[in-house]
């Protein structure tokens, strides 16, 4: 009785005691991750075709530009600047990094002592690592169409065009893949939430945003667009070959958007359509469903995805992304694919 009730407490103990441990650890396991308080220039390389001089640049709070050498540390608010043929790493810890490709421009950003990372990326080719333990909001990068917040895993950016210099972005200049992990991405009028694995998509975006094109690439991204006024967004699954159009236009002598969305099926029909005034309330919005389209009925033998295309290997375009399996993750320091998704 003696030793049950011995046992009984003992048990107890060690039970209480894995419970504050495991609290202990959950509690660790919640904190914000600090990033490194600099910057860090590793494996800086140049292609074997690269021009002469091809160099990486870094200007400083100073205002003054110098060349970039490896295994160096620069401040947070430093502009980079890499001409086209140069590779390197920045570094923000050892579990978080970008690998990037010239020609490139970006400035990373810190705040909060160093427990978030803004990357404000301009122009380049960018294989991402970002720590899974990171919370929320800690690494996002920002992009004249965007900013990919919620980041966690390995992703590759595409940035062809530099819209500081007024270039009109192509479908083909602006794409972006989740290859593990997730990621949100936040454009002007529309949300992408939940992007995981395989996910991939390409804008085309004219100056001034007057127009935006969307275009499913890989996997389904899912989507919220605004219909305007008070109604809830509407949602929409941008699966390969899928389109969102979007025209924007300002009247004069007013701040707020003329907003019209069409929703287009990778078969070309379209799905929804609406039209609002931007912060303008109820009255100023409409929307309507155009047409509820099923997917064809499949062949004897033959595999379709949610949209009807052939999962055989057609993906409703030119494959700008290779192998659609994923297969064995890419040696991120020389593996940029064709140029149009890294």
């Known amino acids: 009785m ?30 914000p991750l600090r990033f490194e308080p600099m910057v860090r220039v590793l494996n800086l390389e140049r292609d074997a075709d690269a021009k002469p001089g091809a160099a990486l640049r870094v ?65 380049g080719d960018y294989n991402l690592r970002v720590d899974d333990r990171s ?48 990621a949100v991405f936040k454009g002007l009028h529309y949300t992408m939430s939940g992007m995981t694995q395989a996910n991939a998509f390409a804008s085309a975006d004219t100056q001034g945003f007057v127009t935006s094109e969307l275009t499913g690439r890989l996997g389904e991204v899912k989507m919220e667009l605004p219909t305007g006024g008070n109604n809830a967004p509407t949602p929409f699954s941008l699966t390969p070959g899928a389109q969102v159009k979007i025209a924007r236009a300002k009247p004069k002598g007013s701040d707020n958007w003329v907003v019209s969305v069409l929703t287009l099926y990778a078969n070309g029909q379209a799905q929804n359509y609406f039209c609002y005034v931007e912060g303008r309330g109820e009255g100023y919005a409409t929307g309507e469903l155009l047409a509820e389209v099923l997917p064809p009925e499949p062949e004897e033998g033959e595999l379709l995805d949610d949209e009807g295309g052939d999962l055989d290997g057609d993906l409703g375009g030119d494959d700008v992304f290779g192998d659609d399996s994923l297969g064995d993750l890419p040696d991120e320091m020389t593996d940029f694919d064709d140029g149009a998704l890294l």
Not at 82 to 90: S, T
Request: hydrophobic share 40%.
């Open 59 to 123: 200007r400083g709070a100073d205002g003054k530009t110098r060349e970039a050498v490896a295994y160096k540390a620069y401040p947070y608010g430093s502009t980079f600047e890499a001409d086209e043929g140069v590779r390197f790493r920045v570094g923000f810890s050892n579990l978080t990094y970008a690998v990037v490709r010239g020609p490139a421009r970006f400035t990373p950003k810190a705040a909060d002592e160093w427990r978030k990372v803004t990357l404000d990326a301009q122009l």
């Open 135 to 182: 919370l929320p909001g800690q690494f996002e990068i920002t992009t004249p169409l965007g900013t990919f917040t919620n980041l966690a895993g390995m992703a590759r950016l595409h940035l062809g065009k530099d819209l500081a210099a007024n270039e009109t972005v192509g479908t083909d200049d602006f794409s972006f893949r989740t290859l593990s992990g997730n």
């Open 2 to 31: 003696i030793r049950n009730a011995m046992f009984t407490v003992a048990f107890g103990v060690c039970a209480l005691g894995a419970t504050a441990l495991f609290a202990q650890e959950s509690e660790a396991e919640a904190q």
